[in-house]
């Protein structure tokens, strides 16, 4: 199964938390605020400290300026981030794009959000043309911004300093705004690019969410959430029942997954972190250049890991492949696993496959111009 893992975000290399296998024998909850003591004596809250200090560094924000916490994954980081958004603009109106992650609207039905969705370019990234409109349209009420660093599907980035740009062109002071920044997967890809980071808090963002079983890898699915400490000064309570502060959206917290994610970090450090992503990256180019050279329509962002091709006929092969589709379309996530060789069966496979699916001629490849743009298409019309 390991080596036909290619569809979903997810490191299978997990071998290493096999030497934290002792710990299960314990309940470890980490029950309220991260950064302060509860009555529950069994936790491990300065290992999540630790984690959160990490990744502060990455993001460039200053320990006594965030606040955070290890969640359960990147949903409940966009849950929360939606929820300081809303609670610091009461009247604000959310601006995503339809190509945003389930949890976004999820969130906004949660959270009963008025809500404006925003049109994609052909890369997935936000169209900044209609987000412009679409504020002019409001500039009466708050935004608060969802940021995508990193679609579902494309791996499409929206651009953090056009985002920026257009708020204020449109008559947004800082007061007026919150950005929260969708880095599910590419929270841990940004800021080892060789072109910079994709986002930072230098510039004016609330918080960012990552998963932390994606790139970095873990056997029970967890995240980061990190955001600007002054965002949260109304937003704890003191329980008297667990003798801390309540700030998190979990009650109870997994107490385990602060030491993976700990250990995962220490063991790789940034110049493992570097390693991994440049091979990943060049993973994706390899993909990509070998499914175009087999006549084959597919997709490669800039600085993305996530390959978009030709939505497969037979759903045997999909699940096979443990493949993740949307319309006509499929997609292979390049993570640390994955590797040359899980490719080249993969490609023989699909070209084998498209043999049987199309030899005859009776039934040709979708035309995927639309979808992933003319230059990316292989289809009778538009192939070379």
């Known amino acids: 199964f390991f080596a036909l893992f290619v569809g979903y975000p997810g490191n299978l290399n997990c071998k290493h938390l096999v030497d934290l296998s002792p710990l299960l024998s314990f309940l470890l909850n980490n029950v309220g605020d991260p950064f302060k003591e509860s009555n ?21 924000i200053e320990n006594d300026e965030y606040w955070g916490y290890v969640t359960n994954g990147g949903t409940e980081g966009n849950l ?36 404006q969705i925003i049109n994609t370019l052909v890369t997935g990234e936000i169209d900044y043309t ?11 009420k708050p935004a608060i911004i969802n940021l995508n660093i990193g679609t ?18 449109c008559g947004f002071s800082h007061d007026r705004f919150y950005i929260h920044c969708d880095a599910a997967l590419s929270g841990l890809v940004s800021p080892f690019l060789e072109n910079g980071p994709l986002f930072s808090f230098k510039k004016p963002i609330g918080s960012v969410s990552v998963s932390a079983h994606k790139l970095l890898g873990s056997s029970i699915p967890c995240g980061v959430f990190i955001s600007r400490k002054m965002h949260m000064t109304d937003f704890s309570t003191n329980i008297e029942y667990i003798a801390t502060q309540d700030t998190t959206i979990s009650g109870s917290r997994n107490g385990h997954t602060p030491i ?50 030709e939505r497969p006929l037979d759903r045997e092969f999909v699940d096979f492949w443990q493949l993740s589709f949307l319309d006509n379309m499929a997609h292979v996530v390049l993570m640390p696993h994955v590797t040359v060789k899980m490719l080249d069966d993969f490609l023989s496979d699909l070209v084998q ?14 035309c995927l111009a639309e979808e992933i743009g003319v230059s990316n298409c292989a289809c009778s019309i538009h192939g070379n």
């Open 40 to 60: 529950f004596g069994l936790h491990s809250k300065k290992f999540e400290v630790a984690v959160l200090d990490w990744f502060a560094e990455l993001w460039e």
């Open 80 to 115: 929360h981030g939606m929820l300081l958004g809303r609670d610091l603009l009461p009247d604000g109106i959310l601006y995503t794009s339809k190509e945003s992650h389930y949890s976004i609207f999820k969130g906004a039905r949660i959270y009963r959000i008025e809500s």
């Open 130 to 140: 209609d987000l412009q409109e679409k504020l002019f349209l409001n500039k009466d």
């Open 152 to 169: 579902t599907f494309k791996g499409g980035v929206d651009n953090l300093d056009l985002v920026i740009k257009t708020l204020r062109e």
């Open 260 to 309: 993976f994610i700990w250990y995962g970090l220490n063991m790789k450090g940034r110049i493992g972190f570097q390693k991994e992503v440049k091979s990943c990256l060049t993973n994706a180019r390899y993909l990509r250049d070998g499914l175009k050279e087999a006549g084959i329509s597919a997709m490669l962002n800039e600085s993305s890991i996530v390959v978009v091709f």
């Open 353 to 366: 496959k498209r043999e049987i699916w199309y030899g005859s001629g009776e039934v040709r490849p979708v």
